[in-house]
């Protein structure tokens, strides 16, 4: 009986030592975490470099409708019931106060996405279910970083939640944030730089 | 004297397009600004490339941090904050990302921070530095595991018009909140690394 408790306890302790591990590859990572086994989840678009320059036709220089870029994701935790996307410039500082300027908020992307076409509609809500928020305007605005200024760094953020957001399309980026808090199993970074050719 | 009031009207208007002006500029859909924002460089390391190890947690828990320098200061600057935090990370499925380093009050005179700036919560020149997510005073150097992804370690400077009534033991939290409302520009940098 001792000897079948000791056992059990090994087996939770291997098990929890599993989960802590596991939470270490997707979550932290940044943090002190040495030599996960498993890559974390990874956010790339075949339209532009992670790190590189955004090609004009997907910024402002291609007008104000220009297309977003095509994303693709892997290494998707198993627990994902939803994904939500916010794409933001963090060089702009909005009416003085340290939130930065959003250009494209998506929540409650199907668990089972493993990606968003190019060219998303300016809808509220997409055919599979979801939803656009207001950032500059509903769906994709491309950057418009000014010639004079030195680059800005245009930042895709993906957040893979164990949850949906009971969230409308009237929800601000902070509404978000709030209910997204304590649902993160995952996350994923694109950047690029943009600022618009000489004129 | 209604000449002069439509002058008077006149100039207020001009000066204030100018203040709508100056300060779209630092935005993004602004028309023809005046001058280029912000703008944070290092010598150690190029913007959008990866980041040399030396300056990461490959060289050990203490690496030095990197040289830092800054440009196109705008007016009315009385001290900086420099945040560097990882994006990739959501420690605790919580939305705030990794803190590697966080300081304020670092004096508007400044137009750089030296390469290996000192652990240490006030620094001689008045700069208060804060506690990062692993709980150490000063620069946490970049940690992401060698499975990859790059995580994308981003510097964001931020030049505000006054300084912030705040200690050592402050969060992050509390001092973006100091900062509401006294943002006049900031500037960013960004180098991915993994191990």
Known sequence: ?199 | MLKKTVAGGAIFLAVAFGALLAQDKGKGGGRAPAGPGLTLTSPDLVDGGVIPDKFTQKAGPAAASPKLEWTNVPNGVMSFALLLHDPDAAPGKKTEDVTHWMMFNIPASARELAAGIPADAKLADGTIQIKNTRGAVGFMGPGAGPAGPYHHYTFELFALDTKLDLGPDATRAEVMKAMDGHVLAKGVLEGRFHQ
Not at chain 1, 159 to 173: E, H, I, N, Q
């Open chain 1, 1 to 199: 009986m001792k000897k079948k408790l000791i056992v059990s306890g090994a087996v939770l302790l291997a098990v929890s030592l599993g989960a802590a591990l596991a939470q270490d590859k997707g979550g932290k990572g940044g943090g002190g975490g040495r030599g996960p086994a498993v890559p974390g989840m990874a956010l790339s678009s075949p339209d532009f470099q992670d790190g590189g320059i955004i090609p004009d036709k997907f910024t402002q220089a291609a007008g104000a409708d220009a297309p977003s870029p095509k994303l693709e994701w892997t290494n998707v935790p198993m627990a994902t019931m939803s994904f939500v996307l916010i794409m933001h410039d963090p060089d702009n500082a909005s009416k003085k106060g340290p939130e930065d300027t959003l250009h494209w908020m998506v929540f409650n992307i199907p668990g089972t996405a493993r990606g968003l076409a190019g060219n998303q509609p300016l809808d509220p809500k997409l055919a599979d279910g979801s939803i656009q928020a207001r950032g500059i305007r509903v769906g994709y605005f491309g950057p418009g970083n000014q010639a004079i200024n030195p680059y800005h760094h245009y930042t895709w953020e993906l957040y893979a939640l164990d949850a949906m957001l009971t969230l409308g399309p009237d929800a601000s980026r902070a509404d978000v944030m709030g209910a997204m808090a304590g649902h993160v199993v995952g996350k994923a970074v694109l950047e690029a730089r943009f600022k618009r050719p000489a004129q």
